[in-house]
């Protein structure tokens, strides 16, 4: 057993864990009474409540502390799950440049547009000429939505990346499918259904507050060009949710 491990009340997975769950507990305890960190008090030491009504809030603040950190952190490592892969793909956009990446996804699209067109001619292979252009149009989706994911990224600081970069990223990863199936019926069934169901749910749990839901009901019928508009919706607060994970993940364990 190493040093670290004796000393430090275990290492690797549980010891990190350990050391994020006091670092979040001492900051939330720290926004209303004085050296809770630990960090930079050698000399004062932490601060420990003495009267009875400074021992009531004391012990108050930090269970109610403990209850949200049993919502924060499993935030916190899915925050740290998208900005290790998040810290990939901008290592790439930062090596190939804006122009580099969006020039792949442009080849990478339209190869499979040029092969989905090739099929759709030979005898063996029957692709109407619809599905070809939905490919078509996926591809141009997916390549703007690429671009402009890479330019907010980098063009902008961290609040730019949470509030654009991680939306255009969720739609060129949404809307291409989307936009195919709506031309190829043999896709409803995995693209549309789903999606239709998913709105659904979304009607009747999320957005029922204030009359939302009929609202949503009464003015749009979830059919045909729709269903894009729907997922450039869902793109927008789902990139939000995790550029936000993200951001506290950057909080609770500072990227090097």
């Given at each position: 057993?190493?040093?670290?491990?004796?000393?430090g009340?275990?290492?690797?997975?549980?010891?990190?864990?350990?050391?994020d769950?006091?670092?979040?507990?001492?900051a939330?305890?720290?926004l209303?009474?004085?050296?809770q960190?630990?960090?930079?008090?050698?000399?004062m030491?932490?601060?420990?409540?003495e009267?009875?009504p400074q021992?009531?809030?004391?012990?108050?603040w930090s269970?109610?502390?403990?209850?949200?950190?049993?919502?924060?952190?499993?935030?916190?490592?899915?925050?740290?799950?998208?900005?290790?892969?998040?810290?990939k793909?901008?290592?790439?956009r930062?090596?190939?440049?804006?122009?580099?990446?969006t020039?792949?996804?442009?080849?990478?699209w339209g190869?499979?547009?040029?092969?989905?067109?090739a099929?759709?001619y030979m005898?063996?292979?029957?692709?109407?000429?619809?599905?070809?252009?939905a490919?078509?149009?996926?591809?141009g989706?997916?390549?703007?939505?690429t671009?402009l994911?890479?330019t907010?990224?980098?063009?902008?600081?961290?609040?730019?990346?949470?509030v654009?970069?991680?939306?255009?990223a969720?739609?060129a990863l949404?809307?291409?499918?989307?936009?195919?199936?709506?031309?190829?019926?043999?896709?409803?069934?995995?693209?549309?259904?789903?999606?239709?169901?998913?709105?659904v749910?979304?009607l009747?749990?999320?957005l029922?507050?204030?009359?939302?839901?009929?609202?949503f009901r009464?003015?749009?019928t979830?059919?045909?060009?729709?269903?894009?508009g729907?997922?450039?919706g869902?793109?927008?607060?789902?990139g939000?949710?995790?550029?936000?994970?993200?951001?506290?993940a950057?909080?609770?364990?500072?990227s090097?």
């Amino acid at each position: 057993m190493s040093t670290r491990s004796r000393s430090g009340g275990g290492g690797g997975f549980v010891g990190a864990v350990s050391a994020d769950i006091r670092r979040l507990h001492g900051a939330w305890m720290e926004l209303v009474f004085p050296r809770q960190r630990g960090r930079g008090h050698s000399v004062m030491g932490k601060w420990e409540p003495e009267t009875l009504p400074q021992k009531i809030s004391y012990h108050g603040w930090s269970a109610l502390g403990t209850v949200g950190l049993l919502v924060l952190y499993p935030l916190t490592v899915l925050g740290l799950a998208t900005r290790y892969y998040a810290a990939k793909l901008d290592s790439t956009r930062t090596r190939l440049g804006i122009v580099g990446v969006t020039g792949i996804a442009l080849l990478g699209w339209g190869l499979l547009t040029v092969a989905w067109g090739a099929m759709s001619y030979m005898e063996q292979v029957d692709i109407p000429l619809n599905s070809v252009l939905a490919v078509a149009a996926a591809s141009g989706v997916a390549t703007v939505s690429t671009a402009l994911a890479a330019t907010t990224s980098k063009a902008g600081g961290r609040a730019t990346t949470v509030v654009l970069a991680y939306p255009f990223a969720m739609t060129a990863l949404f809307l291409p499918p989307v936009v195919a199936a709506l031309v190829t019926p043999s896709l409803h069934p995995y693209v549309l259904d789903p999606s239709y169901d998913l709105a659904v749910w979304v009607l009747d749990n999320v957005l029922f507050v204030g009359g939302l839901n009929d609202y949503f009901r009464g003015a749009f019928t979830l059919e045909g060009a729709a269903y894009a508009g729907m997922w450039v919706g869902l793109s927008f607060p789902v990139g939000w949710f995790l550029g936000s994970v993200v951001a506290l993940a950057n909080l609770v364990r500072p990227s090097q």
